[in-house]
């Protein structure tokens, strides 16, 4: 989402006013999400760059640092769903060296699920 006065195609949330064009944005603002499937917890962080590696594994430890003292005991084994994209490819030294630290950090064992490849025209299995 850029960041700044602009219109949002003529729909509008608290103070009307908007710079006369859309030019000149400097600031843009990425989602990462995580959702925790027994609760249904969302939390989401904003980064101010692109979605990278180091990007997702900020995340995932801002969410294990937001835990409370006594989920983080009960907690034997974390496993994450993963899409699989290019910047959490588990052929990514960047992103497995990230995970590898934070394995260490926490001292819980993390396993990553990546979603099984999809018939496509441009993936063909």
């Known amino acids: 989402m850029k960041i700044g006065d602009f219109s949002r195609g003529g729909e509008t949330r608290g103070d009307h006013r908007a710079s006369d064009h859309d030019f000149g944005w400097e600031e843009q603002y ?9 609760s249904a917890a969302l939390h989401i962080t904003f980064g101010s760059s692109y979605k990278t590696s180091d990007f997702i594994v900020d995340t995932i430890e801002a969410k294990w640092h937001a835990l409370d003292d006594q989920e983080k005991e009960e907690t034997s084994l974390i496993q994450i769903k993963m899409d699989n994209g290019p910047e959490s490819s588990g052929n990514r030294t960047q992103f ?23 018939h496509s025209k441009y993936n063909p299995i």
């Open 30 to 38: 990425i989602p990462c999400g995580i959702v925790d499937e027994d």
């Open 96 to 118: 497995l060296y990230r995970m590898v630290g934070l394995v260490d950090a926490i001292g819980k064992p993390i396993q990553l699920l990546y979603y099984p490849p999809y």
